[in-house]
């Protein structure tokens, strides 16, 4: 498969993030703060902004795990604004820069936003396809053992009782599911014993790595497939907003009047 485009997948960036509207919970109130409300909505914003917190968590986890966050954070703003903080001479210097932030990244959001469309995905998913190499793949469970002698012990005893679940229990030092893998994933000692088994063989003598010794079971081997698009698409989504992103500064570079200077105050020429 194309590395560089299998590595780009992988990194599945934040920088596509669609601005959605969310509906109110029941009555759309989550705390009430000295008066002061906190909705329902704002929780919900920042559960769609973090798709990491996303993926692994449910909303009503998110929201049992923050509601006391954002009360406390309401708690200290109204202090802050007792305290007159918005005519602190650093807070008027923090929110011009924050504002200057801001800006850059609503602007940089919507052009990319206007670029990174269905068309463009579907269109980047088959580049993917095409350039798409299927490598062989093995699914493998394995008994890791200290030394040689156990690891013949278990060999020994597999093929009697045939229970590779029930010894990797009593006897390994780590999960005995590895799932699917390449060869080039594990370290070569492992990756060369497992990839010389057929589906259902073991392996006869133990195999020696720098963790221990292996007792590896082949379960099954396959020809790796593309993902399917549904699968990938929002790392598609994130490689294209990357990509875009770069571009459009690029594309304002070309067109700015820059000077610059080095640390001596002299014109750095490029």
């Known amino acids: 498969m194309n590395k560089k485009l299998l590595a780009m997948l992988m990194m599945s960036t934040a920088l596509f993030v669609s601005a959605n509207s969310f509906a109110a919970g029941k009555n759309g109130v989550a705390a009430v703060v000295n008066g002061k409300e906190i909705k329902v909505d704002d929780i919900k914003v920042a559960y769609e902004a973090n798709p990491i917190v996303k993926e692994k968590t449910s909303f009503d986890e998110f929201y049992g795990k923050t509601l006391d966050i954002f009360v406390d954070g309401e708690i200290v703003y109204q202090e802050a604004v007792k305290a007159n903080i918005q005519n602190e001479p650093d807070y008027k210097k923090q929110l011009k820069t924050m504002k200057e932030e801001l800006a850059r990244k609503i602007y ?69 599911d590895l799932g699917y893998f390449t060869k080039e994933m594990m370290v070569p000692e492992f990756g060369d014993a497992a990839f010389k088994l057929k589906k259902g063989e073991y392996t006869k003598t133990p195999v020696k790595t720098q963790f221990g010794y292996h007792v590896i079971l082949v379960e099954d081997v396959r020809e790796a497939k593309p993902q399917p698009l549904e699968k990938i698409e929002n790392q598609l989504k994130g490689m294209l907003a990357q990509k875009t992103m770069g571009d459009i500064i690029k594309g304002l570079q070309s067109n700015a009047k820059v000077v610059k200077y080095d640390v001596d105050g002299n014109v750095i020429n490029h």
Do not use: C, M, W
């Open 108 to 176: 940089l959001e919507k052009e990319v936003r206007k670029l990174v469309n269905d068309e463009a995905v579907k269109k980047l998913y088959q580049d993917y396809k095409n350039t798409f190499n299927g490598e062989k793949e093995v699914k493998a469970k394995h008994i890791l053992v200290k030394d040689e002698a156990t690891a013949k012990e278990v060999i020994t005893k597999f093929q009697k009782n045939g229970d590779f679940e029930k010894l990797a229990k009593e006897y390994s030092k780590e999960p005995a």
